[in-house]
């Protein structure tokens, strides 16, 4: 019978250790040291014998919080913080391990509250600032977010990819200055960061500023010479900007590198157009046209080059395809009126302006077409109307006013 005592008392030594007192506080201290020699199994069985005998045993909670946070336990992690905060509602450690379980789960105005009870404690502590940030820019507080960032430290590259998102936030929602100085925030961390340079130009574009944005574009390009996103922005600078063959340029080395992209197509056409060189304009309108078959203004652009080339059915055509897609768009109208008018079918001609004024009364254009239209079929009267409305629009406007002088003769 002694054997048998001794043998039992030996196993379950084995299993725990016994402290000489038994309390929480030593269950408590032989679990802190067993953690420190990373024998985790034993300090996590020592801690549960300390909250068993006391479930107010702080030491153990934030330990065994700590356990849980490390083995991606964060749900038990959760619950032994939120009663060690019900505890010590100042408990740094607390506060901390909660604001990040939140922030790993996306949970952002719960880890915000968090990280703001810890700068109520101290505010001194760049890291909170930093996470406090995030939550921010998750959240939309851009604002908020940057007055975080400025008081921030944290991990370097994501900082500057911080401030880099900021500037692209700020970007999206119009605010260019602002994502301009996100930019250049992120630029003084790191000068070379490409996707900031392209950002600062996507700023100085917006606000037609198109030397600044495509000097930042080349630097851009100067560190990855691939970079398919600035290469195209400044292909749309050069081309806002009339520098149609350095647009080109950019365009042709832009599809290159992705040709599935309508839009470089697009502009490319759009260039050549403006440099007279309508077929190959063509060519490119119907590139655009094969990857979006639906976007009106790309088939109003192949019309026009038609309309360039003499090649009036085809124009027609392919401005009765943008009018299809787009039944509101004045200009096309009228571009159509005056393509039936080259073709001598005024009553076409009569109706496509019509259409045009009904969406645009304003439409100096469509007032002269409409009246060269009833000039043709020798209805003065309604011809000088519209030369009249044409010229009260644009006192300017020289052709209604040779048109009209020519009925008064």
């Given at each position: ?15 725990l ?13 032989m ?14 069985k ?56 939140h922030?790993s ?73 602002k994502a ?11 000068g ?11 700023c ?16 851009a ?12 922005n400044?292909g ?32 490319k ?7 007279g ?8 309108y ?9 976007n ?5 652009g ?43 079918k ?23 077409g409409l009246?060269?239209?009833?000039l ?17 629009i ?16």
């Amino acid at each position: 019978m002694i054997k048998l005592v001794v043998v039992t008392i030996f196993i379950f030594s084995m299993l725990l250790p016994l402290p000489i007192t038994e309390s929480s506080s030593t269950y408590a201290e032989m679990g802190e040291q067993c953690y420190l020699e990373k024998d985790y199994e034993t300090s996590v069985k020592c801690f549960d014998k300390a909250i068993e005998l006391d479930p107010e045993n702080t030491c153990s909670l934030e330990y065994l919080g700590k356990y849980s946070m490390e083995n991606r336990n964060l749900d038990m992690a959760e619950i032994y913080f939120g009663r060690l905060i019900e505890l010590e509602p100042e408990n740094k450690c607390a506060l901390k391990s909660l604001g990040k379980i939140h922030l790993s789960q996306e949970e952002y105005d719960k880890a915000l509250y968090y990280y703001n009870k810890l700068l109520e404690i101290d505010n001194s502590v760049g890291k909170t600032w930093f996470y406090k940030g995030i939550c921010l820019k998750m959240l939309g507080n851009y604002d908020e977010s940057v007055e975080a960032f400025d008081k921030s430290t944290g991990d370097y590259e994501t900082l500057v990819l911080t401030w880099n998102d900021l500037g692209y936030c700020y970007y999206q929602n119009g605010e260019y200055n602002k994502a301009t100085e996100c930019f250049d925030k992120a630029l003084t961390l790191d000068g070379n960061l490409k996707y900031s340079l392209n950002g600062k130009g996507l700023c100085y574009e917006k606000k037609e500023q198109y030397t600044m944005a495509i000097e930042c574009f080349d630097k851009a390009v100067c560190q990855d010479e691939c970079y398919y996103d600035a290469i195209y922005n400044k292909g749309i600078s050069c081309y806002k900007s009339k520098k149609y063959s350095c647009a080109i340029s950019c365009f042709e080395k832009a599809l290159d590198l992705n040709n599935s992209n309508p839009y470089g197509y697009f502009y490319k056409a759009d260039s050549l157009k403006s440099l007279g060189e309508y077929e190959k304009a063509v060519l490119n309108y119907k590139k655009a046209i094969e990857l979006d078959s639906k976007n009106p203004v790309f088939w109003s652009g192949l019309g026009l080059s038609y309309n360039y080339l003499n090649e009036y059915n085809s124009s027609i055509q392919s401005y009765e395809k943008a009018v299809e897609l787009n039944p509101k768009d004045d200009i096309s109208w009228s571009n159509l009126g005056y393509l039936h008018y080259k073709t001598k079918k005024y009553n076409e001609s009569i109706f496509c302006f019509e259409k045009a004024l009904d969406l645009n009364s304003n439409n100096k254009y469509a007032w002269n077409g409409l009246g060269n239209s009833y000039l043709l079929l020798k209805n003065y009267e309604k011809a000088l109307m519209c030369y009249e409305k044409a010229i009260e629009i644009d006192p300017l406007y020289n052709e209604p006013k040779i048109s009209k002088s020519s009925i008064s003769k």
